[in-house]
Nanobody, 122 residues
Framework: DVQLVESGGGLVQAGGSLRLSCTAS????????MGWFRQAPGKEREGVSC????????YHKDSVKGRFTASRDNAKNTLYLQMNSLKPEDTAMYYC???????????????WGQGTQVTVSS
């Protein structure tokens, strides 16, 4: 079975930083796109970042460009999301996803983690 386990969420003040990690098992990590999505209370889930299996193509949601950076370590089957200059509107449950796609026309994934909560206080 595919398992995606997120960690690194927490409470941080506005302007602070967090790094999320996602460890994957049960899939061929090195040859699948991986990404981050988030869902705030009362809002639809939205794509944050999707990184190709080579790490060479990364798409970030406009509102996080310049602040969030996704990366992957294929040797460790781990995906990361470095989040800097956090804002209260970044508060959400963050989900790791495998076999993702993300563009101006839509987003989605085949496999999902359980999520890790990120709360940014003002």
């Amino acid at each position: 079975d595919v398992q995606l386990v997120e960690s690194g969420g927490g409470l941080v003040q506005a302007g602070g930083s967090l790094r999320l990690s996602c460890t994957a098992s049960g899939l061929n990590f090195a040859f699948i796109s991986m990404g981050w999505f988030r869902q705030a209370p009362g809002k639809e889930r939205e794509g944050v970042s999707c990184i190709s299996w080579t790490g060479g193509t990364i798409y970030h949601k406009d509102s996080v460009k310049g602040r969030f950076t996704a990366s992957r370590d294929n040797a460790k089957n781990t995906l990361y999301l470095q989040m800097n200059s956090l804002k209260p509107e970044d508060t959400a449950m963050y989900y790791c996803a495998a076999d993702c796609f993300l563009s101006d026309r839509g987003h989605g994934a085949s496999y999902w983690g359980q999520g890790t909560q990120v709360t940014v206080s003002s």
